[in-house]
C-alpha cells in the first residue's frame, strides 16, 4: 500500500495508529511509523520497510542516518537499516540489476500494530505478486517484524509463494552510530573465515578483534555467536544476536568511497559502521514452493 493522500495516512492511523504506542506521519523523511514503548522509541519508514531509529530510553541514538539522506522514489536513504532482499549484493547473473535486491526502494505494506505491557511492534509485508517479474521471475512474501522492547528486534521471513524454488540472500543492513570510527572495535568474529570485498576478492581469517583504518568490506562466515560493537568514546557496547543467519557483514567505507557514494555527509564514515545479520555468499538458500525462512537480527545496547 503506498500512501499518496493525507486520508491515507488518516486511515492508517485510524487502523494502526495506538495513543501513545504507534503514530503515523509524514515528513521530510517521507512517510513514518514512530514507535513507543518503556524500553524506548523507534521510526521506521513505510518505504523499504528501513529502520530510521532507534532510542533505547534514557541513550542516545543508536542507528545512523545521513545528514544527507533524503526520501527518493526506489531509493533506500543512506543509513538506517535498509532490508535487502531477496538477493545481497549485486545479482548473481546480471549486475544491471539492482545491487541489494529491489524491496529496500519500494513501497511497504504496514499489517499491523501492537503494543504490550513491555513492548510495541509493528508488522510490515511486502509481495511480490508478479509485479516485480521483469526483476525477479518468482513469487515470495516478505514480512519484517520490528519489536521494540528493552532491546530492539527485526525479523525478516520470507515465504516461497510460488510453485519454483528460488535462492535467496539477503541482510538486515544496520548502519550504527558510534562516536568515532578510529575508537571503535568488532568483537566476536575471533577466528572466523571472511570474505574480503576490498581488493581483488579474497578469503582471510581473522585474528583478534575487527579495527578500523581504511576501507573495511567483509562477509563472516559462520560467526559463533554474538557480535559486538565496542565504542569506547561512548562508553557503550551494542550487541547483536542473530539467528537464520550463517553470515555477517562488516562495512565501513572510509574516506574515498564515502566521497563516491556522495550521499553520507561530511565525515559520515566517521560516524557510522555497518554490522549487518545475513544470508551471504556460501550461506545463500534455497527456498522450496510453500517454504519459509526467519532472519533475524536482536540488538541490546550495555554500558561499559
Ligand atoms: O554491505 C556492504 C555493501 O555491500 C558494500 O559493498 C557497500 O557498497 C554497501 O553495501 C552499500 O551499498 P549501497 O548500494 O547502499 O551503496
Sequence with gaps: MSIDSTANLDELQRLHGREGRVTLSRGALGEVVDLAAPGGTARIALQGAQLLSWVPAGE????????????QPGKSLRGGAPVCWPWFGPHAEDERKPAHGFVRGAP???LDTEATAQATRARLGFDTAGKWRDVWPHEARAVLTVTLG?????ALETTNTGAEP?????ALHTYFAVAHIAETSVQGLDGCA????????????????V????????????????VVIR??????RIVVGASGSRSAVVWNPWIEKAARLGDMGADGFRRMLCVETANAADDTLTLAPGARHVLEARYRLERV
Excluded: H, N
Aim: proline share 8%; aromatic share 10%.
Design 150 to 154: 528493552d532491546g530492539l528486534t527485526l
Design 166 to 170: 528460488f535462492q535467496l540472500s539477503q
Design 194 to 209: 571472511y570474505i574480503d570485498k576490498v581488493g581483488p576478492e579474497a578469503r582471510r581469517r581473522q585474528e583478534g578483534m
Design 211 to 226: 579495527r578500523f583504518d581504511g576501507e573495511v568490506d567483509r562477509i563472516y562466515l559462520d560467526p559463533p555467536g554474538e
Design 231 to 236: 565504542d569506547k568514546a561512548l562508553g557503550r
Design 60 to 71: 542516545a541514538e543508536v542507528i545512523w542516518l545521513s545528514p544527507e539522506a533524503r526520501p
Design 108 to 110: 511497504w505494506e504496514l
